[in-house]
T-cell receptor, first 116, second 115 residues
Framework: AQSVTQLGSHVSVSEGALVLLRCNYS??????LFWYVQYPNQGLQLLLK??????LVKGINGFEAEFKKSETSFHLTKPSAHMSDAAEYFC??????????????FGKGTHLIIQP | ETGVTQSPTHLIKTRGQQVTLRCSSQ?????VSWYQQALGQGPQFIFQ???????GRGNFPPRFSGLQFPNYSSELNVNALELDDSALYLC??????????????FGPGTRLTVL
């Protein structure tokens, strides 16, 4: 079984500062990893995904994440925060075999606050 | 291209009642997964449907059941509602191909309140 730990339920950064949201996973085999963003009263929007190709993954809205097998991490970063980045961010993992029939396993989420 | 849609957007029920939530998958997708997101938590996997059959299930009791139709749309049914069933229910569609895991695209969700 796999699991995801997101360190920090709330992260606050100033507008223009670096955004770093942490995600560590536990899995018996290298998993596929995803970051989703959720704005208030909305569903989840995919930011980026890692599926065993390049370890540095670029996503939408200037976000990127690096898969580090030795650290079992998949941290999300953005060089310069915008006010519109304020939202809930979820890291998710899925076992690559079985066609995803086990579903995504999500972390508890990190609420990103952008200070003006 | 039409995205994932869900209905209704909000629903209020009382304990013991039954509820049906609906989901239309994104064009070209053949797989639907359902998730429950309690307030302040990450989504939890309920089950997945592929080719009109349940082919994966999370840790949810049998009173959570579903259907998938030939057009790949899906329903989530919950019987004997409990207060703890109050949550945002998310549907996600994807394309299942042999030996790979496709990205799941989520709908806006249905907010269920059980009184």
């Amino acid at each position: 079984a796999q699991s995801v730990t997101q360190l920090g339920s709330h992260v606050s950064v100033s507008e223009g500062a670096l955004v770093l949201l942490r995600c560590n996973y536990s899995s018996s085999v290298p998993p596929y990893l995803f970051w989703y963003v959720q704005y208030p009263n909305q569903g989840l929007q995919l930011l980026l995904k890692y599926t065993s190709a390049a370890t540095l993954v670029k996503g939408i809205n200037g976000f990127e994440a690096e898969f580090k097998k030795s650290e079992t991490s998949f941290h999300l970063t953005k060089p310069s925060a915008h006010m519109s980045d304020a939202a809930e961010y979820f890291c998710a993992v899925v076992h690559p075999s079985g066609g995803g029939a086990d579903g995504l396993t999500f972390g508890k989420g990190t609420h990103l606050i952008i200070q003006p | 291209e039409t995205g994932v849609t869900q209905s209704p957007t909000h629903l209020i029920k009382t304990r013991g009642q039954q509820v049906t939530l609906r989901c239309s998958s994104q064009s070209g997708h053949n797989t639907v997964s359902w998730y429950q997101q309690a307030l302040g938590q990450g989504p939890q996997f309920i089950f997945q449907y592929y080719r009109e059959e349940e082919n994966g299930r999370g840790n949810f009791p049998p009173r959570f059941s579903g259907l998938q139709f030939p057009n790949y749309s899906s329903e989530l049914n919950v019987n004997a509602l409990e207060l703890d069933d109050s949550a945002l229910y998310l549907c996600a569609s994807s394309t299942r191909t042999s030996g790979s895991v496709d990205t799941q695209y989520f709908g806006p969700g249905t907010r269920l309140t059980v009184l």
